[in-house]
């Protein structure tokens, strides 16, 4: 018995009750990630490609299964991520290591399979395009997790390619020939892509110590916040041509949402990047990345 717990004049502390197995299992797979996924992949069809159909149209089961195969292959690429990154993670962010620690990394292996398999069947079952970007997406995330995310900038585009395929999805499976949703799926491309590089460097303590390189540990920090600087740039200036539209036109709603939600905070970030030095800055920006991205998808809502 310790000498705490036999002396009355000093209590042990209470410890920390460890996250129930439901909360482990919505940590591992980043439930509130899938449903911003989801909410995504339905305003892009109800908003963007089918504003005037009937909800039971919109709601199709086709639809249904489509969104389960990309969400599945998302899942399953958030645990293999998890699955090479323990080590990394263990120093990164201790208390939310979930794989090696409450979950079997074999265990983990095998959700990932099962789940990136039932999203490329069901999807080359609704048509052989879908099925063919899913089974390149379900690829693309083993190969980020395996190695790409620790070679510079090739793990960054990686991830935004797939971003901007998720926006693309409802499209490719309606095929409409909708401008608009090529443009958000740019949009969304250049803002992950400024997202993951500063991830990048406020990971930087545990990826240098597994050897990973990242951007800012070849680079350096300094250059790197230029080229995160440069997509950034990329973004405002599409948004900007976004913006002049919307007056052009006098849709109103929108062009008042993108300037105050998305503009307005984009220039924001641009000046705390440019005077970030520390990890807790990088920290906040990649926290509002998040929330610049939600408010560009909730955007669709007035699009329509």
């Known amino acids: 018995m310790s000498a705490a717990a036999s002396d ?32 995504c992949l339905l305003l892009v069809r109800k908003a963007l490609l089918l504003p005037d159909a009937p909800w039971r149209e919109v709601l ?6 489509m969104a389960l195969a990309a969400l599945s292959i998302a899942a399953g690429g958030y645990i293999i991520n998890d699955y090479y990154d323990v080590k990394i993670d263990a120093i990164n962010r201790p208390d939310r290591l979930v794989v090696g620690k409450a979950v079997n990394r074999r265990h983990a292996m095998m959700a990932h399979v099962l789940l990136s398999g039932l999203g490329v069947v069901v999807s080359g079952a609704l048509s052989p395009l879908l ?4 089974l390149g997406s379900a690829l693309l995330l083993w190969g980020y997790s395996a190695r790409f995310k620790r070679v510079a900038l090739v793990g960054n585009v990686s991830i935004a390619a797939l971003t901007a395929a998720l926006v693309l999805l409802p499209e490719l499976q309606l095929r409409t020939g909708s401008k608009p949703v090529w443009l958000y799926a740019l949009a969304a491309f250049l803002l992950t892509v400024v997202r993951e590089i500063v991830k990048d460097v406020e990971d930087m303590r545990g990826d240098a110590a597994h050897d990973c390189r990242t951007l800012p540990i070849v680079w350096g920090v300094a250059r790197t916040k230029w080229v995160a600087g440069f997509f950034l740039a990329c ?11 919307m007056v052009q036109i006098r849709q109103w709603g929108l062009g008042l949402w993108l300037l105050a939600l998305v503009l ?7 000046y705390r990047l440019r005077r970030a030095d520390r ?3 990088f920290a906040q ?6 929330w610049i991205m939600l408010a560009g ?3 669709m809502l007035l699009a329509g």
Not at 60 to 65: I, V
Not at 131 to 134: D, L, R, T
């Open 131 to 134: 099925g063919a970007v899913n």
């Open 264 to 270: 307005l905070p984009l220039s924001w970030l641009a």
């Open 297 to 299: 998808v909730l955007s």
């Open 279 to 281: 990890r807790r800055h």
């Open 8 to 39: 009355p004049t000093h209590p042990e502390l209470p410890t920390t009750a460890s996250p129930g197995p439901l909360r482990q299992l919505a940590h591992l797979i980043r439930l509130p990630n899938l449903l911003i996924m989801a909410l």
């Open 285 to 290: 920006l990649s926290a509002v990345c998040k």
């Open 235 to 245: 973004l405002l200036v599409l948004l900007l041509g976004v913006e002049q539209v």
């Open 60 to 65: 199709a089961s086709s639809f249904g299964l």
